[in-house]
């Protein structure tokens, strides 16, 4: 199976809390913020400074949040495929199909930009990257929502190095990590991650830009940006996205 060419991560923030949160943003990546879009200049992108943008901003009327938009080439194809995998539509957006997948999840199905080249990448330069959105699925629809994210994007399905985790490879992508939790009903939600080789310091400098530390665990930190946004410092290699230790 063909991957999707391209995953967008959108983060979904109060209307109220959105230029603080788009400042945090912004500073936590380095990425600089692109002109606003929409109709109320509820959309905007974060521009990192080599390779093809993927993180996107939208100011929501509720809280924060996050979906996937994913792009492709045949965008009709993709979402029969969807249907046919068990999603169902939720709205349009103009000409965007919303949908959630069997368990829950929002995700856009959207058109490869014309901007883009041929093969859009992901660039790593070695410092701390937003460069992984993990999905947190309840125990009850985690075996559905495997296989649908796996057949629906095409990815390699691959068994991560910590129990009650997976993950779906594409190279040069962001990564999309499943997490099994231990809630079994509800519906799927998901969060950005971001690799780091000095988790403790980047936690100082995201908590002087404004974030506030919910967990710390062997392996990666909670945090909660402004607006709302609940994140992962995870001790993965930057350069390569993989972790660092032996769990």
């Known amino acids: 199976m063909t991957p999707l060419p391209w995953i967008q991560v959108f983060l979904d923030s109060p209307v109220v809390t ?5 400042a945090f943003w912004s500073a936590a990546t380095g990425w600089r913020v692109s002109e606003r879009r929409g109709e109320d200049g509820q959309f905007l992108t974060l521009l ?3 390779g093809s943008a993927y993180v996107k901003m939208q100011a929501v009327d509720g809280p924060a949040g996050l ?3 994913l792009d492709s080439v045949d965008r009709p194809a993709t979402i029969e495929q969807a249907r046919e995998l068990g999603a169902t539509t939720a709205w349009t957006y103009h000409d965007v199909e919303v949908m959630r997948s069997p368990g829950g999840f929002t995700f856009c199905q959207t058109l490869l930009a014309d901007h883009l080249d041929d093969r859009p990448v992901l660039v790593r330069d070695g ?5 992984q959105v993990c999905l ?3 125990s009850s629809s985690w075996d559905t929502e495997v296989a649908f994210w796996r057949d629906l994007t095409g990815r390699e399905l691959q068994e991560a190095t910590a129990p009650g985790f997976a993950r779906l490879v594409a190279p040069d992508q962001p990564r999309i990590l499943l997490q099994r939790l231990d809630d079994p009903d509800g519906p799927g939600r998901a969060h950005p991650d971001l690799a780091t080789a000095d988790r403790a310091a980047d936690t100082d400098r995201h908590v002087r830009l404004g974030a506030t530390v919910r967990a710390v665990h062997a392996y990666w930190s909670v945090l909660m940006a402004p ?3 609940v994140y992962c410092l995870t001790d993965r290699d930057p350069r390569t996205g993989t972790v660092t230790r032996t769990v």
């Open 18 to 22: 959105f230029e603080e949160a788009v």
């Open 48 to 50: 990192p400074a080599a």
């Open 67 to 69: 979906h996937l938009d």
């Open 127 to 131: 410092s701390t990257i937003l460069d």
């Open 136 to 138: 947190d699925i309840p």
């Open 227 to 229: 607006g709302g946004q």
